[in-house]
């Protein structure tokens, strides 16, 4: 995720060559900038958390300056160090459209997030159930 591709007035970032099954290559979608993404993003850029990911020497245009290879180590780090077996990064992408969509958000909402092109792709990550925050109650 390149900074200069985000559009924080309208909350919008671009992703460039967004992965899909009939190429990626010039697949540049926009997606809508939830509030709870807001918090992580202005995490990720503040100065203390940026110096250390910057240390690491990847590309500082990049939200997160890391390589693909360094992140995949570390996550994988993180999950054997937790004991959480039988997990990929992928799965972070279900849980992320799964939680959208127990928040009550509609499929074109969660679409606008996720960048699923249809209902149909969107589907299989979805397990619909709203689910009451026990301070609601």
Not at 11 to 33: A, M, Q, T, Y
Not at 91 to 114: F, N, Y
Request: with cysteine.
């Amino acid at each position: 995720m390149q900074l200069d591709d985000y559009d924080e007035t309208n909350k919008l970032w671009k992703i460039r060559d967004l992965k899909n099954p009939n190429g990626s290559k010039g697949n540049h979608k926009e997606f809508s900038v939830h509030a709870d993404c807001q918090q992580i993003i202005d995490l990720l850029l503040d100065g203390d958390v940026r110096n250390r990911m910057l240390k690491r020497g990847y590309d500082e245009n990049l939200l997160v300056p890391l390589s693909p290879k360094t992140m995949g180590s570390e996550f994988r780090k993180a999950c054997k160090l937790l004991g959480i077996d039988d997990i990929h990064f992928h799965d972070l992408r279900h849980e992320g459209c799964t939680r959208l969509a127990e928040k009550g958000m509609t499929i074109p909402q969660i679409q606008q997030v996720s960048l699923h092109d249809s209902w149909s792709s969107l589907e299989r990550y979805v397990s619909v159930k709203v689910r009451k925050n026990i301070m609601d109650i």
